[in-house]
């Protein structure tokens, strides 16, 4: 038990250690001085707290004109004015609280800083970190681990600075009066009533921490399994299932009973121990004082003194459960964000990288080798040019490597052996920034922001005017569509572009794609999930925007990159073929096998989308504002952008 108490002793002050930094900024002495004035008022506060006992034991002694033990003249003109030091009471409890009000609302500006500060570093550092880190974890949990460490932070700067430590020096205060103004046993008795109390709490706590850990998975569980029958309803009554769904949500909820019932009785025990624990100190010490009043050492002020003292302590320490439950919740999180921040990004700037100079925009892949895994090599000695200004596509099975090609180019991973060029420069001897700054990517899957379409599409480039961005919009065949909508590009585009069909996010993509102007572009199978119409209308797009740019092209679809000017095909990361579309074909090689499966399958798609055509054609409505490229009815597709009020 002790080990575990200095264990969590340790970790609360590694935790405070590392957050010293943010609360003592080197750099904000205004911040600096607010600490300062907090820790003064803080002192002002207790001393202000320690003298209202005080003003309740002269008024008392006055009333009850009894004379001071001490002899003191002061003390004899002090008792005999009762009504000033009833005055005296009530304006040092003013004092109290005012200084510790002023005192949490000079601190304020110093928590919420520290608590700032160390999310902006966790945010950024999360996006340094490599796009395997990112794959290896749910995206979920990195955003949790950032929102509970930021409320870490400011428990533990609530809890410790501005709970925990006042109490403290309340008890030492309490100590360092009772020693003065009474004897030692006095503050044998407080020390002994306070180790007992804090050993109860935290012993009381542990047992309660685990009774609260069961009732919240419980209530997870019965809310997990309403909202699963819930969006399943149609099922359930398919079914007739009604019952069992009953039945089954009903046992989690008398699982969060039976744990909600422990969790209340476990409170009560904590509160009535606590409760007895300091009752005990209380009266031991009012009875030592009774027996000083009897040997005419003390007076009826010093008994209602020592009351008054010992209530007024009770208070913080009945939060000492609360604090140390949420001190130590706070400390697990806030490690975890520390964790986080602690791990090096994969992916670092060369010492002394300078930023990456285009000239021409030649790419050249020289005997690269690379594996997720040591284990399971993806690109095998791959070796290929694309020339200024040419076009180059890539092709192959699923699993060939292909899209690994394109995160190597951006330097989401380095590679294992060999060299990635640009115009000459090892892309692992440039800086990062500049190198993706000279790169352009239209994904197979466009995520957007849930914000404007302008948003979405000035993202290609911050400082791009209005005008540049519908020029970017007309570009890629999507202004006309946008103007039509009624907020036109002001129009909300949903949680990842989920208002837009896959032929306008691509559009949208396009756009962002323009507005960034890069002399490279890298087409990541940007057609592959679109139906046969789209795709023609976003290739045409796609064509005008990397004309005279070097592009590499990822491609599912063979139809999109006939007009290459080198088709490479990828088997196994290896390259086993290379040449133009007609040579290729004439090989009749890999390249021709997937040239003719495809032209099979299209051919049978087109005549089902025929025979479904005509099923349909004399019930069908005039097209609608949105049902653009070709794009599916909306039973069928993504939903279209409309008006977020619609």
Known sequence: MRREVSGDGGRLTRTLVNLWPYIWPQDRPDLQRRVMWSVVLLVAAKLATI???????????????EGSATGNSWIGWVIAAPLL???????????????????DATFAKVAMHAVRRLAILTFEHMHLLSLRFHLERKTGGLTRVLERGRNAIETIVRMVILQLVPTILEVLMIAGVLLYQFDWRYVVVIAITVALYMWYTYLATEWRIGIRRKMNESDSDANTKAIDSLLNYETVKYFGAEERERARYDRSMARYEKTSVDAYVSLAVLNAGQAVIFTLGLTATM?????????????????????????QLYQPLNFMGMV????????????????????????????????LKVSAGAIRFEDVWFAYEPARPILKGVSFDVPAGHTVAIVGPSGAGKST??????????????RI???????????????????????????????????????????????????????????????????????EVGERGLKLSGGEKQRV???????????????????????????????????????????????????TIIAADEIIVLDNGAIVERGAHQQLLADGGLYASMWNRQREAEAAR????????????PNRNPPQIGEMDGAMPHSEAAPQIVDAAE
């Open 606 to 617: 087109e005549r089902l989308a025929l025979v479904a055509e005509d099923e349909v054609a």
């Open 85 to 103: 030091m009833t005055a005296g009471y009530g304006g040092t409890r003013i004092l109290m609280a005012a200084f510790t009000q002023l005192r």
């Open 51 to 65: 003298a209202v006992p005080f003003t309740f034991k002269f008024a008392t002694d006055g009333l009850a004109h």
């Open 287 to 311: 009875s030592l004082c009774v027996f000083g009043i009897r040997d005419g050492t003390h007076t009826v002020g010093d008994f209602v003194m020592i009351n008054a003292m010992m209530i």
């Open 509 to 559: 993509a396009i756009a962002r794609t323009i507005l960034k102007a890069p002399p490279i572009l890298v087409l990541d199978e940007a057609t592959s999930a679109l139906d046969s119409h789209t795709e023609r209308e976003i290739q045409d797009a796609l064509d005008r925007v990397s004309r005279n740019r070097t592009t590499l092209v990822i491609a599912h679809r063979l139809s």
């Open 405 to 418: 090609i394109s995160r190597l180019l951006f330097r989401f991973y380095d590679i294992t052996d060999g």
């Open 324 to 355: 140390y439950r949420e001190i130590k919740q706070a400390v697990i999180d806030i490690e975890a964000m520390f964790a986080l921040l602690s791990r090096d990004p994969e992916i670092r700037d060369a010492p002394g990288a300078k930023p």
């Open 421 to 491: 060029t640009i115009d000459g420069q090892d892309i692992r001897e440039v800086q990062q920034a500049s190198l993706r700054n000279a790169l352009g990517m239209v994904p197979q899957d466009t995520v957007l922001f849930n914000d404007t379409v302008r948003y979405n599409i000035r993202y290609g480039r911050w400082d791009a005017t209005d005008a540049e961005v519908e020029e970017a919009a007309a570009h890629a065949q999507i202004d006309a569509f946008i103007r039509a909508a009624p907020k036109g590009y002001e129009t």
